[in-house]
């Protein structure tokens, strides 16, 4: 299997203006736009400055969203029960962030209020993948 191609060109030749209209169709017109959206919204973190929410929401959305980038572009964090409990203590209502962060742990097929373990496969070399 070769490098992902969009329109017959590899993913890494796009200019960020092609990868952006890429990202603009499917919000325009994917089956799951909001989902998308909210996974965006999330990754910036929190609008408060609680590490202890970006640890257990962003940090969390960004490993299940990007395995491959491992915390390239910021912190990242496996999710556990300790997390888990912590969203599950401070609820997402009327909290725009946390709003956007629940709706992206469910587009991502995560549960808010358990620990969600990735699971990890092996590719044909044998490797663990993550």
Same mark, same amino acid.
């Given at each position: 299997?070769?490098? %992902?191609? =969009?329109?017959? @060109?590899?993913?890494?030749?796009?200019?960020?203006?092609? %990868?952006?209209?890429? =990202?603009?169709?499917?919000?325009? &017109?994917? !089956? !799951?736009? $909001?989902?998308? $959206?909210?996974?965006?919204? /999330?990754? #910036? +973190?929190?609008? *408060?400055?609680? $590490? *202890?929410?970006?640890?257990?929401? &962003?940090?969390? =959305? #960004?490993?299940?969203?990007?395995?491959?980038?491992?915390?390239?572009?910021?912190?990242?964090?496996?999710?556990?029960?300790?997390?888990? /409990?912590? #969203?599950? *203590?401070?609820? !997402?209502? /009327? *909290?725009?962030?946390?709003?956007?962060?629940? =709706?992206?742990?469910?587009?991502?097929? %995560?549960?808010?209020?358990?620990? !969600?373990?990735? @699971?990890? +496969?092996?590719?044909?070399?044998? #490797? @663990? &993948?993550?």
């Amino acid at each position: 299997m070769g490098p %992902m191609k =969009i329109d017959g @060109k590899d993913v890494s030749t796009l200019t960020l203006r092609e %990868m952006l209209d890429v =990202i603009d169709e499917y919000l325009s &017109t994917g !089956n !799951n736009g $909001w989902g998308l $959206w909210s996974v965006l919204t /999330a990754l #910036r +973190g929190p609008d *408060d400055e609680s $590490w *202890d929410k970006k640890v257990t929401t &962003t940090a969390v =959305i #960004r490993l299940r969203a990007f395995p491959k980038s491992l915390g390239k572009y910021g912190v990242v964090s496996e999710d556990c029960g300790v997390s888990a /409990a912590y #969203r599950h *203590d401070h609820p !997402n209502n /009327a *909290d725009h962030f946390a709003a956007h962060a629940g =709706i992206a742990f469910s587009a991502l097929g %995560m549960d808010w209020h358990k620990s !969600n373990k990735r @699971k990890f +496969g092996k590719t044909k070399a044998g #490797r @663990k &993948t993550r």
